[in-house]
């Protein structure tokens, strides 16, 4: 108990006020949205829509410029947010294959050391959920087909201009954490930490694909809608089939992209997805504005985030599951007492730092191998730190459906370079991000020295080629299992998954790319 009491003393001077109360250490609350643009939480990209409690901790807080997800889908996103550990070292591959449920979560770690803690809403880290079709597209991504997999992406428009709870199920879970908050946490004796997950603005799913189709309708309300402005949406420029590379135009097709948009039906595609950002900044603001009732905000450690982004037609992609910005680049704002007022940081920075953070705020070791780095020396007031800790890249990689090869993106300085598969199949791309931040211009024959260097950098990160024919080879004997499984059944049960208008025109030369695919040697 003594040694308790002086770590927490010699804790509390060293921040000075910074993280201690009253001799407390600071609560912690975590707010995840899913499929939020991190490029919406700082300009020009805050100007499109009203976002007043991002904006908020904005001016309160810390903005990180350039945050990653580490892999820009759902469950791989959120294992490495929770675990602090790249994908490929927790083989979340997939939105099926993830963490197991007894890992070992930030959240575990402060329970065990004396916080109350609550998780509420989306999780979503653990293997064995999301539907049939999102994993049998995973495994058979390296088949020699083309099928669309998602619903068109369209937009629905519902109530009117006093409907304000559209996502009712992420209302709800907002007003129990605020319910929690306000009955358990102020009366607690012991600091807490509060998980919010929501599902918003993730598109909802689109009813004519069936009970398990994807979602690819963005839905909202005249309320939300207003608080677009519309005159500042941008139609992205979109590359010609001919010119797009092998995964991108994958992707595209996949996505069931591939058809004829108008510029107002890309427009309105856009103006709604900022709305449902604009509602999920709402249930932002009811935490934020039930810690402020409670007395509890000057002690609280409030953290903004998303487990990927939304493209919303950029690059002729809507959802995820790529490594351009409008998908990967993800909102990260830290605001609470000794940290950062109106800060903006530029370092590179992921989801997997985020563990080694919130136990560096509660003033826990963070014991074991992480492959985040604390962002605290970032954020505190106190110069007690060194502000040259953090590396100087990130990582993100892909293993899922509608990307037809592994994806491994290295952000480092000017440079986005991404690789694929074996490092040699698929050709590469290297974007300048800053002269290209459209990242239209494949520029990875021009800069050789670049690509060699970066290629190298990465390589020392992860043996990509490696990890690559590990997850085809998961992809097979998953795959293999599940046909098993399934006996006479299965030519009718992969008919019908969400690809089923493509599969049924030829469902026979389907079943034998297959097959073919399955006889193959590694």
């Known amino acids: 108990m003594k040694t308790q009491m002086f770590a927490l003393i010699f804790l509390c001077q060293l921040y000075g006020q910074s993280l201690c109360q009253n001799g407390t250490r600071p609560n912690i609350v975590m707010v995840m949205s899913d499929a939020f643009d991190g490029r919406l939480t700082f300009d020009p990209g805050s100007k499109v829509v009203q976002l007043p409690y991002v904006n908020y901790l904005r001016e309160l807080g810390t903005t990180f410029l350039n945050a990653y997800t580490n892999s820009p889908i759902c469950c791989p996103s959120r294992a490495a ?16 294959k993830c963490l197991d449920a007894n890992a070992t979560t930030w959240m575990g770690v402060l329970e065990a050391n004396g916080y109350l803690t609550k998780s509420m809403g989306k999780l979503d880290y653990t293997s064995g959920s999301h539907s049939i ?11 020699q087909f083309l099928l669309r997999q998602e619903g068109r992406p369209v937009t629905q428009l519902v109530g009117n201009m006093s409907t304000v709870r559209i996502m009712e199920k992420d209302w709800e ?12 946490a102020a009366s607690s004796h012991q600091p807490f930490s509060l998980y919010l997950g929501l ?39 979109w590359l010609p089939f001919a010119a797009m590379h092998p995964v991108d135009y994958y992707s595209t097709c996949t996505k069931n992209c591939s058809g004829v948009f108008t510029e107002e039906e890309v427009k309105s595609i856009r103006a709604f997805y900022y709305a449902m ?5 709402a249930m932002l603001g009811q935490v934020i504005s039930a810690l402020r009732e409670t007395g509890l905000l000057d002690n609280t450690v409030v953290i903004f985030t998303a487990d990927h982004g939304e493209l919303a037609m950029e690059h002729r992609q809507f959802y995820k599951m790529s490594m351009f910005e409008g998908s990967s680049h993800v909102p990260l704002l830290v ?14 920075v ?10 560096d705020i509660a003033g826990i070791p963070a014991v074991g191998i992480f492959s985040g780095h604390t962002l605290l020396p970032l954020l505190s007031k106190a110069s007690t730190f060194s502000k040259k800790q953090h590396p100087d890249w990130v990582l993100s990689e892909y293993h899922g459906c509608n990307v037809n090869a592994s994806t491994y993106m290295l952000r480092s300085g000017r440079w986005k370079y991404i690789a694929y598969a074996d490092g040699l199949s698929v050709p590469p791309q290297l974007f300048d991000m800053t002269r290209d931040k459209e990242e239209l211009h494949n520029v990875a024959l021009k800069f050789l020295d670049v690509q060699a260097h970066l290629d190298t950098l990465l390589r020392s990160i992860v043996d990509y080629p490696e990890v690559s024919a590990t997850v085809h080879l998961y992809n097979k004997k998953a795959f293999g299992a599940w046909q098993h499984s399934l006996g006479r059944n299965y030519s009718q049960v992969i008919a019908n998954l969400r690809w089923r208008v493509d ?11 297959i097959d073919s695919w399955l006889s193959d040697s590694l």
């Open 81 to 96: 947010m929770w675990s602090g550990q790249f994908v490929h070292l927790t083989q979340s591959w997939n939105n099926y």
């Open 133 to 143: 079709s999102n994993r049998v597209e995973a495994w058979t991504r390296d088949v």
């Open 173 to 184: 879970t907002t007003d129990k954490a605020t319910q929690w908050i306000h009955q358990r």
């Open 199 to 237: 599902n918003l603005p993730h598109p909802y799913p689109t009813k004519s694909m069936g009970p398990t189709g994807g979602g690819s309708t963005f839905l909202t309300s005249p309320y939300w809608l207003k608080k677009v402005s519309t005159e500042l949406i941008t139609v992205p420029k």
């Open 277 to 281: 950002c604009a509602e999920a900044d």
């Open 335 to 348: 605001t609470g007492p000794g940290l950062m007022s109106g800060l903006q940081v530029n370092e590179l």
């Open 350 to 359: 992921s989801l997997v730092d985020l563990y080694p953070t919130v136990l």
């Open 503 to 513: 599969w049924q025109k030829d469902a026979l030369a389907n079943e034998k790319a």
